[in-house]
């Protein structure tokens, strides 16, 4: 079992940035793909962003791609989500989701094997 939590998340004004933290404890980051969700009030979830177990490999949804970056540091079981930018249609609940398969990026939310409670981002005018 993998627990997940992420944190960093609040009130940024438009133009602002935030670097949301999702920190893995029972199993070491590592062995797992690592993924960034969000949503939105009244919408569904959708994909952000990803990074390989090695940190070699990134994906982007093309909504936030030259605005966030994801990043991991292994050592501290921990993935980062650095947000620039911020726009108000970023407001959302930000999750991270691990996959234990390692075989490919998946950006798909059906395909993740843990999640964490989530984060609430709430970018103002």
């Known amino acids: 079992q993998v627990q997940l939590v992420e944190s960093g998340g609040g009130l940024v004004q438009a133009g602002g940035s935030l670097r949301l933290s999702c920190v893995a404890s029972?199993?070491?980051?590592?062995?797992?793909?690592v993924d960034w969700f969000r949503q939105a009030p009244g919408k569904e979830r959708e994909f952000l962003a990803a990074?390989?177990?090695?940190?070699?490999?990134?994906r982007y949804a093309d909504s936030v791609k030259g605005r966030f970056t994801i990043s991991r540091d292994n050592a501290k079981n921990t993935v980062y989500l650095q947000m620039n930018i911020l726009k108000l249609e970023d407001t959302a609940v930000y999750y991270c989701?691990?996959?234990?398969?390692?075989?490919?990026?998946?950006?798909?939310?059906?395909?993740?094997?843990?999640w964490g409670k989530g984060t609430l981002v709430t970018v103002s005018s």
């Open positions: 029972g199993r070491t980051l590592s062995n797992f793909n």
């Open positions: 989701a691990a996959d234990q398969s390692r075989v490919y990026l998946s950006t798909n939310q059906e395909d993740m094997d843990y």
């Open positions: 990074i390989s177990w090695n940190g070699r490999s990134s």
